[in-house]
Every structure is written in structure tokens, then in C-alpha cells.
């Protein structure tokens, strides 16, 4: 499935670069690949899996429906205005106003609903039925899964590229569609990496699932690293976590500005929080890592303003800027 | 010797994205395409000329030598460290904090001159003499503009995938090592492809000289696009603009400042003020363009945070950020 999902996506989703840079060697100790799905389009890796489930799609579909903090939502809405379809977005009222208006923007019908008193699968449900949508979820759907494996099938052949068989590989993990998709691709092409996900502090569920062996939910709903806050693994994601990824890393938000400061200047990228947790724990949590080359996942770049100049007030830790 | 300089960068330098964004189209009216050179190694093209350069160096070199502003220091220190060779960059001392420390830290030994009151090349010529140094001319020099070349093989082949044959192709030009080369490549695989130069306000030496036939010189001397100041264009590559290229296209500082911030929050790329002339053009001049699709070069990052600042503090005029 992710090797159809890639042919699929061949010519419409970008090959990502695998970036590197001597000062960011040096904080981390050993050589450190950077993944760049930020320059993905709309900005983050998700394009890859809502392509790769619309482009599934029984004949005849008439739309589409996500619910998304915003990543989701734009890769869905940019890759059903692709295929010529409508796209209908749920998303929390409090979600970053530029990933609002991007997803309006990019021609997705965006429905506002509140986290703390609604329930957005009732309302979702609701208007699919209504319109006949299709729903694709952010991280339980197989097509999706397959979709975001074809970052794994990447890696596997830029790390060889760059000599790199056998290496830790840390990914920003919230639901787990991404970490499981690309830990699926590297158990056949790359079966000498390993996948650890990485997650905000206080929004370790995956981290304490994969430690503790069963299913842990995260007690808060909201924090910086927007993009990977969600309650707890998948169901179709957690077994492919626990048979093939782990232990997890965890990270402080403080962590993950530094990293976000740190690509700016040495990669030239923008991160937004959650795109830079697996970075973080590259440059900041050496000790927890083996091998002579670490390589991780720069999965979103949408950030909003007012979070990049906090990332840049709070400073690097790095001497020149 | 293109072909040949592509061969020698290949493993070496990264092949950067090509990217674009149905936002940006929308500001331009036409399809852009960012050939994002401020991804490759050192944060600019430098690197590819610098590398070229380096590789044609006679047996038993001592050392390289060059003058810089910054960006080609950079890439001329990455280069000669990946040969073994050690590199004296001789700047002057209003260049960019950033630039300065990121070449000591690649292992470059900095001398600082007074633009003003100090004559660089006689400087240089003692010291290369002294120590047997070989000069690395930034732009005048035939393995350089080679390497800064194989952007254009790129370029031609990265456009025909999205389906482009026929663009104008705006390169952000000081002394027109990067232009020329691009035209040099772009004459034999995409004969259908006009370079165009790109410009600061009061340093629009190469658009002048174009449009009169001769070379004109700049009065002024520094300014905010640092990395494309430059008095006149050079002996080598002035005959192969004047042959392939134009008309040049001249940007003011603050529509280079909007570009940044536009890159930034469409791409996800840091971008420095003389690497985003190219994109301003596109951007905010499209009644000066022709054509379905245009095609700009993203050249270069280093940017000093105060820049970065001001370009957000002036905004981008674009209402989503």
C-alpha cells in the first residue's frame, strides 16, 4: 500500500530534501538528517496522506470532511481542490488563525467548533450525512497511513545516499500516522533503522503507551505544539507503534522553540513548535540517542507569528546567529 | 565545463527544491517557481562555484584565498575544508555580524578590511603571495560561474517536471557569476528560457549597462541587499550578459523585505534581502514579466536578525499570515 501510495504521489507531492549542517552536528554530537516535510505543500507532511485517501476514493465521491487543528485540514482541502472536489473542514475554534485562513483560503469550507463543549464527531457526522462526505481521518485510515509512509520510502533511499544505513529515525508523533507509516516503509527498505517518536511534554501518551505496553491517555487538550496534541495513539496506529517503534522522547516546549530558532538559522527553515519536537530531541537529549547518525522529521512549518518571535525572544543557546 | 562542474558537485552540493505556492501565484497573476538555493550547504549557490573552483584547483595547491562579503566566504571555507585545504577570507569589516562568525566557525581565517580606506586587492595579493594562496574570484572567474551553472541544468530539468518549457527566469545578480552561468545552461537545454537580472534600487549596474550597451559603474557602495552589491559587472561575465541576457529588472529594499516575509510564510524559507530580489520582482513588477510561468532563484539565507525583524515589522501587505 505505501509503495501504490508513492506511485500515487509521484509528480504531486514534493520530494523533500534531506537536510544537514556542520553546527547542528556539533550541538548534537553526531551527524543529524533533517527531513524537511515543512517545504511539502501546504506546509507540513499531511498533504501526502489526504492525497494518498482521496485519490482511494470510490468512484462518484462527492466531497470530502476532516476534522484538523489545521495541518490536516490543508493538506485535505489543497489536495481535494486537486482532484476537483469540495472539501468540508471541522476545526477548534481556537486553532492558529493562520492555519484558519489558509485552509479558507486554499478553497476549504471551514466549520468552527468549540473543544470544550462540543463534540465534533457528533457535528461532523451530521454534515457528512447531510452532503454525502466522505471522511478522512487524520491518522486511522490505511490510505493515510500509506500515504505519510512515503516520507520512510524517502528517507531510506536519501539517508543511503548519504551513507547512512543504520540510524535512529525520530519523528514528531500525535496520532501516529506518520510515525507508523514511515516505520512500516523502513521495516522493509531500511530494517537497520529505528523509529522513535517524539512528543511535547504533557502530551506523552505515545511515549508512556509504547513504556507501560498498553494504551495511555494524555490528561491536558491544548499547547504549543498544536499540531501534535491529541489524546492518545490510534487505533490502527497503535499496533504498529508497539511492534515497531520506540522507547519514546520526550521534550520540553522550551525545547522545541530552541530547535525552531536553530533551523532558522542553520537550515534556512521555517518549524512551527510540533515540527521541530524530533529536532529538539536530536540537539538537546544527545544522551538518549545511539549511533553515529540520528535522522529526524521537520514534518510542519506553519506557524504563527507571534509563536516565532517568542522562539526567537527566548534566544538558541547558540553563540552565533 | 558546466556539464563537468555538475558532475564534480554531484554528491556534493544539494540538488534544492523548485517550489511554489497557489499563494504566491495568486500575488503574481502567473505560476512561480523558487529555485531555493538558500537550502543548499552554507545557506547560498556559493558553495557550487566555490566547489568547482576548488575541484579544477593544479596539484599541490597550499590554499585558496578570497574576497567576500560573506556568502561566497562561506562557501569557499565548507569547500576548501571538504578538500582538506585551509582558506584565508579576506572582508570587509561592515559585513554582516552572522557572515563573519559563520565563517570562522567553518573553519575560515577572517581578515577584516576597511571598505573605505583600505584597497582589498592589494591586501590579498601580499598575503596570497606570502603563503602561496590561490585567489577565488567571487563572479570572474571560469570554474565559478561553471558550478554556479549547474543551477540552470537544474532549473531546466525541474521545470520541464512541472510541465514548464518556456519562462522568463529572474536571477538575483551582483557581479553575475550565478546569471551567466544560469543563461550558459539554460542556452543549450532550454533555448526557450530568457534570463533576466534582478536588482537593488541604486545598484542597478548590470540593468543599466544592458539597456545602454556599456558597462555603467554604482556610485554607492553598501546597502541593505548586501549580498548583491557590487560596483560593475565582471570582465568574464559581462560579455555573456550582455549576449543572453535582459532586460534587468530593479527592485526597491522594501519590496525585497515583503518577498522575505513571503517566502517565509508560503515557502518556509529564510531568505536574505539580496536572495529575495529575484521573488520581489515576480511578486510586485509582473506587469515587467511576461509569460505563463516565471521562474526566480531563491539565492541565499544568511540574514541577520535585525533584517529578519524589520522585514516582519514592514509586513508583507498579504492579509493571511
Redesign the interface.
Known sequence: MISAAAQRLE?YA????L?SS??LDEIAGRRVFVK?E??QHT?SFKFRGAWSAITSLPKGARGVIAFSSGNHAQGVT?AAGLRGLPALIIMPRDAPA?KI??TR??GGEVVLYDRTREDRDVLGAALAAERGLELIQPFDHAQVIAGQGSVGLEIAEQAR?EGVDEAQVLVCCGGGGLTSGIALALERQAPQMQVRTVEPEGFDDVAQSLATGQVVENPTRSGLCDAIVTPRPGKLTWPILQRLCGPGLVVSDSDALRAMVLA??R?????EPGGAVALAAALFHPGQISGAAVIVTASG?NVD?AVL?SA?AQGDGD???
Do not use: E, M, W
Request: hydrophobic letters at 50%; glycine letters at 10%.
Open positions: 509528480g514534493r520530494r523533500t530534501p537536510l556542520p553546527f524537511a515543512c517545504l506546509g489543497y493562520i485562513a489558509n483560503a486554499l545516499a532558522h538559522n537550515l534556512k527553515l521555517v518549524l512549518g507569528r518571535q526567537f553563540a552565533a546567529r
